[in-house]
């Protein structure tokens, strides 16, 4: 029972990490219809500004995370306007440019940081205890905040005005414009959002997980598959396969082995897709997005 | 005839090397409803697109309101008081019909936005009813509506109708020309693009024929209903 409870705290904490990632990604491929190649990079980089404030400036891990958030939406907004903004509908210039930035990102914390996993200390610590179960407060934070920040993407999307042009540009750029809304003040705005998250997730879990100047690209890939698995442009979607992919990497790890975690992870999704090809929420494919 | 509101001298539209409009003169007064009948392809939606700016305007002048406009962006226009009910609706499908109808109050204050929502649903209380539906579930005909209704929530000066009428079942149709009564009874321009110009007609006061993209005749509703006939566009 213990097992099985730590196991879930487990998984959830995989499927927080990966939801807030997918919730980035879906937002900035939603409404800008950029495939950010970059997002695994800003989730490095929010992990190394946490890891900066906390251990070289030594400033508590709050401040860390807030400068994570900020640092990386900041940046983000930066790269939206003056980057990806001049050749938006041109996927292919996209595409190019999000993975550029990706390797800048990475070779940046590189020559910053060095390539050694950085040793993350002054996250949370300590461990909740009941009866036989242990539980890291750390899990329960990453859990609770990724938990928040999902609520507040929710509210922002779809209770206030910035929220509704939001989602009247992903439906229809045109006419949405037609309305009067300026892409070019929303996008910078919609993409700051997305890679805060990433920056968010980043400065949460790499304490407890790892750090290095590439790890980003791991977590994009299953978050990806989430995206994919949840249906492409389906926010709803992208947490819930994402909460599943976690918990299913978390159990098998547990009950079968480690090592066989991506093997079946990697099956299942291939299965569900070949048996719904559109995922678990979504209308449309990749192919006619 | 009252100011003109909108100036159109010399519109040429260009798609790559193929003319769609040719120097076309067009004027609307404000609070007027003006017709442009023409069979498919004769560029009419070519025509609205380029006074929402969608289209960019490869020569001639464009005038509203007193402001020359034909080089200024979509969103500015909108802005100035233009708003569109496009060819084929293009309402926000995922969004609800009263998240449409806010967004097109975009540009408002939050207090006139919600006012002019509150009149809109006592206008159309077939919307009202189904207000917490999504757009992409709804009839064609209820679509127009929502169509229209986002277009008026900025209560602008110059309504473009691209065509309001097309694949609608008589009942949406009259529910159609009930809506554009009442905007035409808020002193609102109108300007009405039709293949099936009979409803049309009906609305407006003069009108403009269009073939293969040139002015073909401008006139009286009367005149152009006999043009029209006679060349069988009804």
Known sequence: ?289 | MAESLLTIEGLCVRYGGIEAVRSLDMEVATGETVVIVGANGAGKSSVMNAVMGMVPTAEGRMTFDGREVTSMSTADRAKLGIRISPEGRRVFANLTIEENILAGGYTMGAKDREASVAWLFDTFPLLSKRRTARAGTLSGGQQQLVAIARALTARPKLLLLDEPFLGLSPVAIGDTSAAISVVQAQGMAVLISEQMARPALKLASRGYVLRAGALRRSGDVAEIRELALSEDYL
């Open chain 1, 1 to 289: 029972m213990g097992e099985f409870i730590q196991t879930t705290i487990g998984g959830l904490t995989l499927g927080a990490q990966y939801a807030l990632m997918a919730l980035g990604f879906s937002l900035a491929f939603g409404i800008l219809r950029v495939i950010n190649f970059a997002h695994g990079a800003f989730y490095v980089v929010g992990g190394y500004l946490a890891y900066w404030i906390t251990n070289e400036v030594g400033l508590p891990y709050v401040l860390g995370v807030i400068v994570a958030v900020l640092g990386t939406a900041a940046i983000g907004y930066v790269f939206e306007l003056f980057v990806i903004e001049r050749r938006i509908d041109d996927h292919l210039a996209t595409i190019v440019m999000t993975l550029g930035a990706s390797l800048i990102g990475g070779a940046a914390m590189l020559s910053l940081f060095g390539a050694q996993a950085a040793q993350f200390e002054g996250g949370l610590t300590g461990t909740f205890r009941f009866g036989g179960v242990f539980v890291p407060h750390a899990r329960v934070m990453i859990i609770a905040v990724a938990g928040l920040a999902i609520a507040a993407v929710y509210l922002l999307l779809y209770k206030t005005q910035v929220g509704n042009a939001l989602r009247a540009l992903t439906d229809d750029r045109e006419m949405a414009v037609a309305m009067g809304m300026r892409p070019k003040v929303l996008f910078p705005m919609a993409f700051a959002i997305a890679t805060g998250l990433a920056g968010l997730t980043g400065a949460l879990v790499t304490p407890q997980f790892s750090l290095a100047p590439f790890v980003g690209e791991h977590v994009l890939m299953i978050s990806f598959l989430a995206v994919i698995l949840g249906g492409l442009g389906s926010l709803p979607g992208a947490v819930i396969a994402s909460v599943l992919v976690g918990l299913v990497e978390a159990f098998v790890g547990t009950y079968v082995g480690g090592s066989w975690a991506p093997l079946i992870l990697f099956t299942g999704i291939l299965v569900l897709l070949v048996a719904r090809p559109s995922g678990l929420l979504g209308h449309r494919t990749i192919i006619d997005a």
